[in-house]
């Protein structure tokens, strides 16, 4: 069984930077997808970022396209970094972090076996 923790979350404040952090146990090694979705108060969850765990595109949501990257650990081969620039009070919501042993890496929720809890992302203006 593949467990999911994010990290990194918080309160921030428009336009500054923040990193978020999820890192894999279990069977990581047997994870072909892996990204991020978000859900904002009152809104559906959305994906944000997906990549392939073995090489690929990687894709972003259009709204964050510019403002969003996935970076592997430098460090910790089982741990994924979404890198967020320039926030804005649109990013405010929960977070998650998704992945999946099998293919399409892409922006149905059901097409991720595991999930994290979530974190809060708040951003104020």
């Known amino acids: 069984q593949v467990r999911l923790m994010e990290s990194g979350g918080g309160s921030v404040q428009a336009g500054e930077s923040l990193r978020l952090s999820c890192t894999a146990s279990g069977y990581p090694s047997n994870l072909f997808c892996m990204g991020w979705f978000r859900q904002a108060p009152g809104k559906e969850r959305e994906v944000v970022a997906s990549?392939?765990?073995?090489?690929?595109?990687?894709?972003y949501a259009a709204s964050v396209k510019d403002r969003f990257s996935i970076k592997s650990s430098s460090n910790d081969e089982n741990t994924m970094h979404l890198h967020i620039s320039n926030l804005d009070v649109e990013d405010t919501g929960m977070y998650y972090c998704?992945?999946?042993?099998?293919?399409?890496?892409?922006?149905?929720?059901?097409?991720?076996?595991?999930w994290g809890q979530g974190i809060q992302v708040t951003v104020s203006s």
């Open positions: 998704v992945s999946s042993p099998t293919g399409p890496c892409n922006s149905d929720p059901q097409s991720y076996r595991y």
């Open positions: 990549t392939y765990t073995r090489g690929g595109v990687t894709a």
